[in-house]
């Protein structure tokens, strides 16, 4: 059984710049979920995708935005990037049925100058 | 709304000795609670959970949580620490199955003393 994967491992942007963070679920699962976790702190719901549809977003302005695709994989993007969003941008892998229990991909450390 | 209280950003404890690290969560719903752990720039691992019926939860490497409705805790213990067992550990909300996001408490790093 495959478990999540993310790419890139590591990113460095510049502000004002545009990012694409890529996500392959866990092997079964048909829901992901990404969080950003920024130095020091928790992670944070961004939003979640089921069907290819958002089912759910936190509190993150509009220029954060994602995908999902037919095979369950799922994009990250962030647009116009601010020094704020240098984080740790994790992914997890749930199935529908049993939604709340959640495998976190390794994430993908991006930087911003 | 859910909230996460984690007390105490850093636990130090030797090596051998009863690991403690505290949760009180809040929710307007019947919560499901987590505990993930996480290891220098890795991702997080999921520790244990509690969704419905027995309140003592057992989960890998050792540790388990007690749910406590009365006092809305979720505490993490683990009778006897060792030195791998140095990593963050999170506690999590999250609300009524059905798709919901998981909300985090801030993190808690467990320090083992040898």
């Known amino acids: 059984e495959t478990g999540v994967t993310q790419s890139p491992t590591h990113l460095i942007k510049t502000r004002g710049q545009q990012v694409t963070l890529r996500c392959s679920s866990q092997?079964?699962?048909?829901?992901v979920s990404w969080y950003q976790q920024a130095l020091g702190q928790g992670p944070q719901f961004i939003f979640q995708y089921y069907r290819e549809e958002e089912n759910g977003r936190g509190n993150f302005p509009p220029r954060f935005s994602g995908l999902q695709f037919p095979n369950y994989s799922s994009e990250l993007n962030v647009n116009a990037l601010e020094l704020d969003d240098s984080a740790l941008y994790l992914c997890?892998?749930?199935?529908?049925?049993?939604?709340?229990?959640?495998?976190f991909g390794p994430g993908t450390r991006l930087t911003v100058t | 709304a859910q909230s996460v209280t984690q007390l105490g950003s850093h636990v130090s404890v030797s090596e051998g000795a009863l690991v403690l690290l505290r949760c009180n969560y809040s929710?307007?719903?019947?919560?499901?609670l987590f505990w993930y752990v996480q290891y220098p720039n890795q991702g997080l691992q999921l520790l244990l959970k509690?969704?419905?019926?027995?309140?003592l939860v057992k989960g890998i490497n050792g540790f388990e949580a007690e749910f406590k409705k009365s006092e809305t805790s979720f505490h993490l213990t683990k009778p006897s620490a060792h030195m791998s067992d140095a990593a963050e550990y999170f506690c999590?909300?999250?609300?009524?199955?059905?798709?919901?996001?998981?909300?985090f408490g801030a993190g808690t790093i467990l320090r083992v003393k040898s």
């Open positions: 929710s307007s719903v019947p919560p499901y």
């Open positions: 999590a909300v999250s609300g009524f199955a059905g798709g919901n996001k998981l909300v």
């Open positions: 092997s079964g699962h048909n829901t």
């Open positions: 997890a892998s749930s199935s529908q049925t049993v939604s709340y229990e959640q495998y």
């Open positions: 509690y969704t419905t019926g027995a309140t």
